[in-house]
């Protein structure tokens, strides 16, 4: 890489003074090539597998060769070798001699096609260990070397072997492993070539093998040609992530102190658009991409050197990318279909828990819709107009009540029904979504609000709030219409509903059944996504619907003085409820299922009794989905095993006792034997679980619970001493114990060794 001179120091001397040349005495070269061979990296094991392959890389691309010509074998515990194998030209003895082993000496300083520079990177195995080989393939010569640190503390390059050979030119550089590294070295090697714009050869692992590794559980936020930008799924507690530059296929972590103290230029803090700014990027998980010789990094390459250089870089980096994000938001937004569209892109896009949250005041008053500003996910300020002044009020404490906006809501917290919010202030803006509606009140003589809000809320079951607007005249409307541009916010007028809004008015028809005027029965439901409080009363939660008992169908709960009447499979109707959740997955054929209360005005009515076969009661039906999935051998060992210590399923269980049963001599023991019910099954849904060990039902487990419970039993007086070892008590509290180390498994393991060996 070329060499970026940041100095600009001419330093001039009177021939009336003496001069010294800066050196190293030969007695202390010893102890400078050990600072530069030991104590420069930090991360050792990181440091030989990116000198090495990086090394390699240059020696390929120098020759014409593909990064495909570098080739990587991994240690093992049957080879614990690390080897990097590049089809360079190979090198001579004399290049060996000048450059290789020379510290400082690099033929890579005047182009920036090449990673290296410094010159100490080929002698990076000997921060790791006290001796590697290097095996040069040159002119049809192969001769090997023996690099290694000798009495003087210096090092010395020997010549073991040379032969004659037809292997195509290049270097081997192999270093021996300790047994204890080689995961790490795997691990860090393969995390490595994450970063590289393309793959080696790693031996042992395909191309397709190592994209799935490298390929990003986030989901891309934002992406240009040089830089990435994800979404993490754990946003609201995986703060300050992990973001990165990569220049020469190496990843170097983001200082954004450093960067923010650039940017805000000495001051003591910076502006409110740049404190957004900062934000955003010190909690995104970014990847920026340089050129070799763009950025200039540490002689370690473990870290960037943020000189005024390379911070100027990083700079233009940034605001090249902020210009990039701005415009795809913009094209964004400009393809809304309306303002309400528009502000709920924008709603998506700056919602607090997403990636861009913190840039909203970055972007405030850039972002614009058929050439109005959208700086939020609502239409503000539209409940404070006041008809009279047409104006906004003023103070915001005011008791003002505005009977020219009405925000209705369908709470689900209180089953489906809806309340009035006209005088909470707080709803005085249309918070814009495609689960809102906004109803224009458009004639003038007594209507049913309400009526036509609970209309729309049963025409849309995703629907979840209604603006009501009501203009006393003309004037005011078109006034209304100018300031917030309700022009561009699709309406639904009452005009055009009344007529179907009219047929909900019901009349009684007796014994507490109400009767439309259709002659349909006005009954009382719930859905299986509605919110059933864990305390207080049920009969909140119901809502009423219009239905014809000639020919529809579906679940019911019978109903006793305007409660559920139950049968003992189940015991509350937030359990009801759970359930039918649980086996319909909410919907059924597109539609959330319905589970409707039937008095006895209805269940003994002539036409209920005539078509009693299109109707199921749900506890009934209920008790029949639990039969049917404990025909699944999975599924009852599954709920036995919990069952056995009381506790919900945890994978961390399974994992424990796998690592631990891998290490036993005596695979039938009761360990191994606990081990293999445990693996039998893997079952996602939790819930599950709580539901059918609270239901009612017989789940005829009991021999399996108690074959579990037994295993249990009989390793407890086994291994006595395991008892009061905190992970093992863990399988009856079932607290988190997956970080147990190795060593203390490995504790278990010879105890457990050393009992059965003895019996």
Known sequence: MKVINSSGNDVRSSKAFDSFQFNIKSENLGHIISLLRDQIYSDKPMAVIRELTTNALDACIENGKTVKSVIVTLPSKLNPVFSVRDNGRGLSREEVKDIYVSYGASTKRSTNNAVGMFGIGAKSPLAYTDSFLVTSYHNGVKTVYNCAIDASNVGTCIVIHEEKSNEPSGIVVSVNIKMDDIAEFTEKALDFFKYWNELPMVEGYSEDVLKQRYSEKDKVLFGGDDWTIFESENRYYNRHRDGVVVMGNIAYPIDWNNIRSHFSKGKKDLNEEQHSLFNFLSNS??????????????????????????????????????????????????????????????????????????????FENKLKWNNICINGGSIQDVGRFDVNTGELVKDSTDSYNNPNFKSILRTFRKGNHIIHCEKNYRNSHISCSDKIKVMLYDINKVSYIRKAVNYLFSKDSSLYRVYVLEFGNTAVKDAAFKKFNLQYVPMVKYSDIEAEVKKTVVRSGGGGVRTTSNGKKYVKYITADTYIRSYGSEKSCWSNEEIDLSTASGLYIPMENNSPKYKGNVNNLRELVDFVKLFNNIKKNNTIVKIYGFGPQITDSKSFKTNSKNWTNVEDYIADKIKDSMKDETTKTFLAWSMAHNESYNENIKSFIKNLCGKLNNKNNDWCKLNKIAQSFDINNKDMLSLFKSSNVNLGIKDKVNEIKALYENITEKYPMLVNQEAYNDLYRHNYYSNISNKTIDMYVNYINMVDKNN
């Open 285 to 362: 998980k970014m990847v920026m991409r340089f050129k070799i010789g763009e950025l200039q990094f540490a002689p370690s390459r473990e870290a960037l050197q943020y000189t005024e250089y390379t911070n100027n870089m990083l700079e233009n980096k940034i605001k090249k990318i902020l210009g990039e994000i701005e415009g795809i938001i913009q094209k964004t937004i400009a393809s809304a279909k309306d303002l309400v569209d528009a502000h709920s892109i924008y709603s998506k896009l700056f919602d607090y828990g997403s990636g861009l949250y913190s840039l909203s005041k970055y």
